[in-house]
């Protein structure tokens, strides 16, 4: 799927969730910055990045773990396997999956390679509902936050918590060699 048309169909899709459409704007924007040290496999991320959460939106929904239906969203609609399992597989999805059952459901797709996995989920966990930037530690501490300790996404990234930081530190540490791509927010994401 070309930029254009990953961009029109998450905003299509998300037009009724402003918060959710900022959010994702900003995780589009933090994948940009990241593409160049992601070599041709920048694309990949930043089409990956603007769709991540569609799964929250009522056309996708299915079995309620946002991960995996925006996948399986993607997947009836002919998208790459690689970008679908970008989206199913991103940040705590596997700890969700598995605390709701579901992890034959995320098996139906391929675990997407390490070093993608963490650029998708440094993207998302640098990203705040509202669009503005955030480090991931704050990140992780509103959503548990925001989710109860019964609620199963409160389990998940508390369990996952460790997990998705060092992948995020990794991001970050692969960042110190491309000084030219600052994650502070100076450029705006953009319709491609």
Known sequence: MHLNLAYLTAEALLAGQP??????QRVLQQA?????MLGSDGDLVIVSAILHDIGYAEPAVDTGQHMIDGARYLARLGTDAAICSLVAYHSSSAWEAEELGLADALADFRPPPPPLLDAITFCDLTSAP???LVEAGPRLDEVLQRYGPDHVVHRAVSAA???LLAM???IERRLTHFPDQP???SASARNP
């Open 161 to 163: 918590r460790p997990t």
């Open 19 to 24: 918060q959710r459409w900022a959010h994702s």
């Open 32 to 36: 940009q910055r990241l593409a160049p």
């Open 168 to 170: 995020a530190e990794r």
């Open 130 to 132: 509202d669009g503005s």
């Open 183 to 185: 994650m502070n927010g």
